[in-house]
C-alpha cells in the first residue's frame, strides 16, 4: 500500500466512513474520521458546534485536526464540506492520495433520508440540492482517483479502492 495517508472525500451520504473503516480493517492500518476529531477538540458534537459557535468555527477547527493528523498510513474519512477551504486541499495533496467517491444526489437523498446529526443535509431540499451540484466540481477537482459508487456495493468500492492505493 501506499505508505501515505489516503483522504476520502465526498459529499454527506457517500459512504466515505463505512468504506474507508473496511479499508482500514483490511490493510490493518488505523481509519480516522475528521468529524470525530473535531467533535474531540470542541467537546461537542457537530450540531452544536455549528447551533453554539457557527459553521465557520467548525471549518476552522476542521482544518486544524486536518493539518495535525499523523502522515502515517491511514485511511482518513473528511467531513464533506472539507472543499470548503482551498487550504485543506493543499494539506491533503501535500501528504497523501486523495480519492474522491462519488454518490448520485439520488443515492445519497435515498440513504441519509432524516439525519439531523448534519446540520447542512437537515435543511430544505433545494438547499441541499444546491449544494451538492455547488460542491460536484470541486470534489472532482480535488480528488486525485475518482471512484463512482452508484453502480457498485459496498466491497466492491472497498475493491477498487485497495487497487487505487496498492
Ligand atoms: C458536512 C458534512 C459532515 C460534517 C458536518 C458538515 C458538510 O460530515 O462534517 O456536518 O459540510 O458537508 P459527513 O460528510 O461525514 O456527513
Not at 468529524?35 to 457557527?54: M, R
Request: net charge negative; aromatic share 6%.
Amino acid at each position: 500500500m501506499t505508505v501515505r495517508p489516503v483522504y476520502l472525500i465526498g459529499f454527506m451520504g457517500s459512504g466515505k466512513s463505512s468504506v474507508g473503516k473496511m479499508c482500514a480493517g483490511q490493510l490493518s492500518v488505523p481509519f480516522i474520521d475528521t468529524d470525530t476529531l473535531v467533535e474531540q477538540k470542541a467537546q461537542q458534537s457537530i450540531s452544536d458546534i455549528f447551533a453554539e459557535q457557527g459553521e465557520d468555527r467548525f471549518r476552522d477547527i476542521e482544518t486544524a485536526v486536518l493539518q495535525n493528523i499523523s502522515r502515517e498510513p491511514s485511511i482518513i474519512a473528511t467531513g464533506g464540506g472539507i472543499v470548503e477551504r482551498e487550504r485543506n486541499q493543499k494539506i491533503m495533496d501535500e501528504n497523501g492520495v486523495v480519492i474522491y467517491l462519488h454518490a448520485d444526489f439520488a443515492t445519497i437523498a435515498n440513504r441519509l433520508q432524516v439525519d439531523s446529526s448534519r446540520p447542512l443535509w437537515n435543511q430544505d431540499l433545494q438547499k441541499r440540492h444546491a449544494l451538492y451540484e455547488q460542491r460536484l466540481p470541486v470534489y472532482r477537482r480535488w480528488g486525485q482517483h475518482v471512484i463512482e459508487t452508484d453502480d457498485k456495493g459496498l466491497e466492491e468500492t472497498v475493491q477498487t479502492i485497495m487497487n487505487v492505493i496498492k
